[in-house]
């Protein structure tokens, strides 16, 4: 069992930026790929961003030179830096992770991410 606990949602204006943390509770953290997704009010969760356990990055075409996804090791958390934010953004942003070689993909609670001026 894997838990995550997202952190560093709020409220910005358009253009501002955040960065999203997610921490993660196991020691293998540096196996799992980690992923952002994201929910925005009355639409389904969308994919944003991964990274691999090799540190490999992948981006949604909404978000490309945006948001960058990033991970410490370290200190079992990856991040998502948001950039240039714009109204479109404006959802719940959840953190999961997954190993490789299973089916089974763990979430955290999400955090509330608001772009409004």
């Known amino acids: 069992q894997v838990q995550l606990v997202e952190s560093g949602g709020g409220l910005v204006q358009p253009g501002g930026s955040l960065r999203l943390s997610c921490a993660a509770s196991?020691?293998?953290?540096?196996?799992?790929?980690m992923a952002w997704h994201r929910q925005a009010p009355g639409e389904q969760r969308e994919f944003v961003a991964t990274?691999?356990?090799?540190?490999?990055?992948n981006y949604a075409d909404s978000v490309k030179g945006r948001f960058t996804i990033s991970r410490d090791n370290a200190e079992n958390t990856v991040y998502l830096q948001m950039n240039s934010l714009e109204r479109e953004d404006t959802a719940v942003y959840y953190c999961?992770?997954?190993?490789?070689?299973?089916?089974?993909?763990?979430w955290g609670q999400g955090t509330q991410v608001t772009v409004s001026s």
């Open positions: 196991t020691s293998i953290f540096s196996k799992y790929t």
């Open positions: 990274i691999t356990s090799g540190g490999s990055t």
């Open positions: 999961n992770a997954k190993l490789p070689a299973s089916v089974r993909r763990y």
